[in-house]
């Protein structure tokens, strides 16, 4: 497994070297199999607006899949600890998940290999001056259904994924409601409808845009 260790605003010394690997190993000690590579991303924010200021973020490239996590705190120490935990049940997550699908019904679908998201996708540069455009991003976007869009919205520990959809071919958002559920973001053609059913999906629920099948 390869472990990659970078700092912003901050000094990876030796002591926090060695703190991250002990703490980071033994949340993937029992996913090893699974994990190709794992990036941890130290920072301190110094605009004072953020607060706590002490960041950790950890990326795993999992079978082609990505899971993450990020935690900060007033200590670099305590972010580290509460990002190893976070990322531990992650897993554990993404484990099951897989298992459950190993078992279940194969369906007749094209099999579509999966390719991982670029890191820069998940490590985003943070507060930064409004109007200016600070970064260009170019990722992996293999198709998929509303549903493994939702799946890797939660391993990534974001509040938006961005995905193409299996049936349209078309960019989707899908995204985290503030009241709870999700919601997905579609295009619309030129004249301002939808066609074909997702037109009828847009009105629908996002759980129950979700929850349908075909």
Known sequence: MKLVIQGKNIEITEAIREYVHQKIEK???????LTTEVDVHLSVARNPRINPNQIAEVTIYANGTVVRAEESSESLYASIDL????????LRKYKEK?????????????VLEPQPVASTLLNDDRAPDLGT???TKYFA????TLEEAQEQLELVDHDFYMFRNLETGE??????????????????????????KFAEIA???PTEALNRKG
């Open 27 to 33: 949340a993937v000690t029992h996913f090893q199999h």
């Open 83 to 90: 990002v190893a935990n976070k990322i531990a049940r992650q």
């Open 98 to 110: 897989r298992q459950a699908q190993i078992h279940a019904p194969v369906k007749t679908t094209e």
């Open 133 to 135: 455009v600070v970064r």
């Open 141 to 144: 976007m293999p198709p998929m």
């Open 171 to 196: 960019i989707n958002v899908i995204y985290e409601r503030n009241h709870g559920g999700y919601g997905v973001i579609q295009p619309r053609n030129g004249n301002g409808h939808n066609n074909g």
């Open 203 to 205: 009105h629908r629920k």
